[in-house]
């Protein structure tokens, strides 16, 4: 009988055959290779070749046998050791812990590459301007301060209502009014895996600012 998409036991007996490694080559051998080697014209001379030229019925019979070990054995010690607190303390952590991390080192990622990109020293904004001015970093030429404000890729071209627009907007034109300069949005994404800058034309942006400052000091 076929198995049901997902199918808990299924699951389970995936999850550990690939944990001990008993579907690797070296306990299965080669099958991607073997099957084409066989050219089979159904499952079941498939399984007679299998059988004959790649491994014995008898090993693949122990290797389900070693499964059933770990599951029974191995995995259910784990199981009956945790506890309900473990599952908070994982939840937990999982929301929290991790999700702050990914923020920091996204945060980190999208301010090194900044001042790398200008060749300008980046400092973290102080709290009543990221509160009062949603400005995460600064850039100080002279007298004046150029803000810096990071969103994730989930902000980029989403609709924005129209009062967190206008808020964000006079924030914006509040500290530039106080400080003199701009206030720069800079949207920070994953591309292969990897922290990047998704709106790269606010750099040479960022860098006539500067400019624009320095001739006024």
Known sequence: MAKKKGDPKEFLLNRTMNRFQL??????????ESIRECSPHSIGEWR???FSQVR????????????????????????????EQDCIDYIT???????????????RTIYEGLQDDLDVKLHPAPDEWDRGYMVDFYIRIGRYYIGIQIKPASRMGSPILFNEKEQ??????????????????????????????????????IKAEIERLKGLE
């Open 93 to 107: 952590r999982l929301v929290i812990d991790k999700t702050y991390d990914g923020y920091v080192r996204e945060r």
């Open 48 to 50: 007679d070749y299998y």
């Open 56 to 83: 014995p019925r008898e090993h693949i019979e122990a290797l389900g046998k070693k499964l059933y070990v770990k599951l029974t054995e191995v995995v259910q010690a784990e199981l009956d050791s945790i506890t």
């Open 23 to 32: 579907n690797y080559a070296r306990s299965v051998g080669a099958t991607s």
């Open 168 to 205: 964000e907007r006079q924030r914006h034109e509040a500290f530039a009014k106080k400080h003199g300069a701009k206030v720069f949005v800079v949207f920070s994404g994953k591309v292969d895996d990897k922290k990047v800058i998704l709106n790269p034309e606010v750099i040479p942006q």
